[in-house]
């Protein structure tokens, strides 16, 4: 499957390379994973890493690597999600320690936010967040979301669901 290469004016939204995967290993690995079910171990990083993959060619659209426009230096990871007992498709953002304090995940999800709009044509679109992760919160609120309920995963325990603004009300 060929996966798009989204742009914005600082960062370019692409598909992973080899080359990202210690630095997704590195934050998978790490107490910053906490808030999506880590620490992992260096082999489930691995799978993790390989599931980008296979997130696109099941359901036909996943998340990006969100690189450094200039340097392709690996800042997260940003885009659409639907993983089994999910409520419905999802708008997921990560950002790794160099990416951390600059705005990446903000023009990282806006850029993803688009697409799913203007390209996949989805009506409607959540982002689920741990209570506890304060910046992700502070990013879907940024981003124009509301509180929309919650849900009980059987890995990751309780998430807020917040609710994009409609295509329209974005216009």
Do not use: K
Request: with cysteine; aromatic share 10%.
């Amino acid at each position: 499957m060929l996966i798009p290469t989204l742009t914005t004016e600082r960062l370019t939204l692409r598909a992973p390379v080899p080359a990202d995967l210690p630095v997704f290993t590195e934050f998978r690995m790490s107490e910053r994973s906490r808030t999506v079910g880590g620490p992992f171990t260096e082999d489930q990083a691995f799978h993790q890493f390989c599931g980008i993959f296979g997130h696109w060619n099941v359901r036909g659209y996943g998340r990006w690597i969100v690189a450094d426009g200039e340097t392709d230096a690996p800042l997260g990871i940003v885009g659409p999600f639907h993983p089994p007992n999910w409520p419905e498709p999802e708008l997921a953002w990560t950002v790794f320690a160099a990416g951390e304090g600059r705005g990446v995940a903000f023009e990282a999800a806006q850029a993803a936010r688009r697409h799913i709009y203007g390209t996949l044509g989805w009506p409607t679109l959540i982002s689920c967040v741990a209570p506890d992760n304060a910046r992700s919160l502070a990013l879907a609120r940024r981003m124009g979301c509301t509180a929309d309920g919650q849900f009980e995963h059987p890995d990751h325990g309780i998430l807020h669901i917040w609710r994009h603004p409609a295509p329209e009300a974005l216009q």
